[in-house]
């Protein structure tokens, strides 16, 4: 069997999946400043009514444009791998897939969602859009967008990155992305913080405030802003990534995976490739899906579910989600994409409905993972790719103990070409094992109890 | 018609193709000190007598060993695309494919070689392979190799860029290479150089001479030296690409190219690519081959044909090529790869038997033409490749003034996601048109008219 599976253009899936229609529960609502639901048009500002349309939409199947198809077959279908190097130096029998997002151009899974959601605000007459990136993974991703579009792009970038990752803005740039370190003085919430505190190193809260605020106070109407992770329409376009690889084992004759995996920050990734998968759980089938968190940011595993903005600033409406309070600064890991206090709603909703089975693990491990992999299969992957990795080499060694030929599905979400410096200081030992201390979880709980706006709260394993 | 074409692995290449098989005039021999042909066995203390042998053979085809493709198949068949964006953007009415070389796991052609070259010297008893490196691109390609084989790696790296670099740097020790400065206080070439010059930045001539002496000079006789580019095993290996490629286009009915491009530094990438049509030519097919190569460092286009060393610390025998003499020190262009004085003797031939016509590019043209790649297709290209791009849009412009629809068939040598440094320097203005002074010429024109074991001279072009 070959070791790499494509699908032919032909056979990309043409919808994306809705898993809104499928949960057994309805979702919670969004609610607004005043605590009441949020109404799709009071998100007008923010985002086109085309995209909000999706975000509430409770269709199960929903179309792809031809025209933001044609812009993702330079790289889609993305190729799903069978990783026989690994299970050769695990012994397993379980058969290990990878789903490869890797291959897009800005080396994520990110441009799956950056493509239509730049699309869909073209179609709306939008000409510039306005977002935030941490290490730039983002930040790239709707650059390359945008490009390909026909729009503008402003990023703000947090100072630090900025200043530490130069060749991510370079990225950006020859995209012809408009990347400033945020907090910037182009805008009222960057000039107060700067006043405040100008050496600040800026963090995705102050971003996001400089975003969401270019978008909203444009004159002509003409900018909105985008958001690479958590919404619902974030999901939904995502599940391309599992759509793809269901398609793909099947034209092996491979059956359904006994476990799917996948690393989860926002929890875009996870979702694309576990919703599909939840579908037929949902249906019946005996699938363990796990989302794979980072021990020291372990949302879904150890914070409570509650009603919680998405942003440190408070702009955002506040989300039914495992949070760990919006303040929660998480403590300075290298996968830099996982380190969010919350979690996409959807997401979290599979994981109260016992559809999901987090779990966390600790950096060191990861890293470990990360190491054999590049030794094994050759590739060098992300630091956020390394928790999936990680849960993969549990589940493949659990297959050894029990003796069982299952099949294992993850997603391997992106290449590490660019963030080596994680590398840098585990290979010399600079990593150590890291739990959030229980502490930290107190000040979680102490946010989220003096909060106003936090009608519903259900403990979860913590 | 997809936009990639994609080989199973039972249709991968068995056999490498040897061009030397199959030239109109056989090569000219290589000479060693005395100015007699080297004999083998006197390249037995560098090289195992496996490759030696490769080196010397002049049969037709030559089988992949089943181990070495074992390997390869973690990204081989690689992918052919069809770069339709581009297409669309120069309204050519040209079909321009590209051989992606750059989903390797190091990310260029590279570690096509290093792997059979690591497994032969496995083979022959062998423990350690030396090698020095530039910017870091075959260091990792070989450090990459011996690790999936069972080898040590010790890359000697220029320490300019070792210090400019430690992105490429960190992806050695990712795979266990030995990666140090170079000069160091290892060898007696590096403690000489030392001692007189303390803050050198190193070169590749000084890199070369520190790991032909550790693999010469190891008691045990079980370390070797590698060599990237040059030498015949090297283009023999590369010929997967240009055979994948050939395989690839009947497989969706097209016909031979009108025309095969590829980027000349020392000339693997671009044989690798060109060699198997360059058999069709012989043979009476009406293809343009062209070697595309730095206007700053035009061993193709400008230099004499002659003898001379492969290396600045002559230390090499004398090979018959284009050169711009082993003294030469090109200009700091960004495509690093290609800054070498002189050329695989086999591509040399090929170009005084008129079968490939090399174009000489400015590195302006080819910075615009890497930004159009990436705003149109998408990728990020190597600053080497975007050379082989620049010739690629020259030929589509061609093609569409004189209204033909050719088949232009380019390899894409490698990503540039790590060498984003060139691409910044282009976008703020940096960047000057450059071609090499006449005056450089006259001291390439000295340099081996001194030189006492150069008995054949034909002047090229110049």
Redesign the interface.
């Known amino acids: 069997m070959?070791?790499?599976i494509?699908l032919?253009?032909k056979d990309i899936p043409r919808q994306w999946y809705n898993i809104a229609a499928d949960l057994p529960t309805p979702m919670l609502p969004t609610l607004g400043p005043d605590g009441n639901p949020v109404k799709p048009e009071m998100l007008a500002p923010v985002f086109p009514m085309n995209i909000i349309e999706q975000e509430v939409s409770t269709q199960r199947w929903i179309d792809i444009p031809e025209e933001v198809l044609d812009i993702l077959?330079?790289?889609r279908p993305a190729p799903l791998r069978r990783a026989v190097?690994l299970e050769r130096y695990l012994k397993t029998p379980a058969r290990i897939y990878y789903k490869d997002e890797s291959?897009s151009?800005p080396?994520s899974h990110k441009p799956n969602t950056a493509v239509p959601q730049a699309w869909y605000n073209k179609q709306f007459g939008i000409k510039r859009l306005t977002t935030e990136t941490g290490a730039g993974q983002w930040g790239a991703a709707l650059a390359?967008a945008c490009?390909?579009i026909g729009l503008e792009c402003k990023i703000f970038m947090v100072r630090i990155s900025f200043d530490q990752k130069?060749?991510r803005k370079?990225?950006m740039?020859?995209?012809?992305g408009n990347c400033v370190a945020s907090p910037s003085s182009e805008t009222n919430a960057g000039r107060a913080i700067l006043e405040k505190y100008p050496d600040t190193p800026g963090s995705l809260g102050m971003a996001i405030s400089e975003a969401i605020e270019q978008a909203v106070t444009d004159p002509k109407g003409q900018t909105r802003y985008s958001l690479g992770s958590v919404l619902n329409h974030v999901m939904l376009h995502q599940t391309i990534i599992g759509l793809e690889a269901k398609a793909q084992l099947k034209k092996i004759g491979e059956r359904l995976p006994d476990v799917v995996i996948g690393c989860a920050g926002g929890g875009s990734n996870f979702a694309g490739i576990a919703f599909p998968f939840t579908a037929d759980k949902i249906n019946g089938a005996n699938i363990e899906i796990i989302p794979a968190e980072p021990a020291a940011c372990p949302t879904l595993t150890r914070a409570p579910f509650a009603y919680d903005h998405g942003d440190t600033a408070c702009m955002t409406p506040l989300f039914p989600m495992y949070s760990l309070g919006h303040d929660f600064v998480p403590p300075p890991i290298h996968a830099g994409g996982l380190r969010y206090h919350g979690m996409s709603p959807l997401v979290c909703q599979c994981v109260v409905e016992g559809l999901h089975k987090p779990r966390a693990i600790d950096q060191v491990e990861c890293y470990q993972a990360a190491?054999t992999w590049?030794?094994t299969?050759?590739?060098?992957c992300a630091p956020e790719t390394s928790h999936a990795i990680a849960a993969t080499i549990q589940e493949a060694n659990k297959a050894k103990e029990e003796g069982k030929e299952k099949v294992i599905l993850f997603s391997y979400s992106g290449h590490g070409?660019?963030d080596?410096?994680g590398?840098?200081a585990f290979?010399s030992g600079k990593l150590q094992p890291y739990q959030l201390p229980d502490v930290m979880l107190e000040k979680t709980e102490a946010c989220l109890k003096t909060h106003p706006k936090a009608p519903q709260r259900k403990t979860g394993k913590w």
Chains 1, 2 share one sequence.
Do not use: C, N
Request: hydrophobic content about 40%; overall charge negative; proline content about 5%.
């Open positions: 070959d070791r790499k494509h032919d253009e077959y330079r790289w190097y291959t151009p080396g390359f490009k390909l130069p060749f370079l990225m740039q020859v995209w012809d190491l590049a030794q299969e050759g590739f060098i070409l660019m080596l410096s590398y840098d290979m």
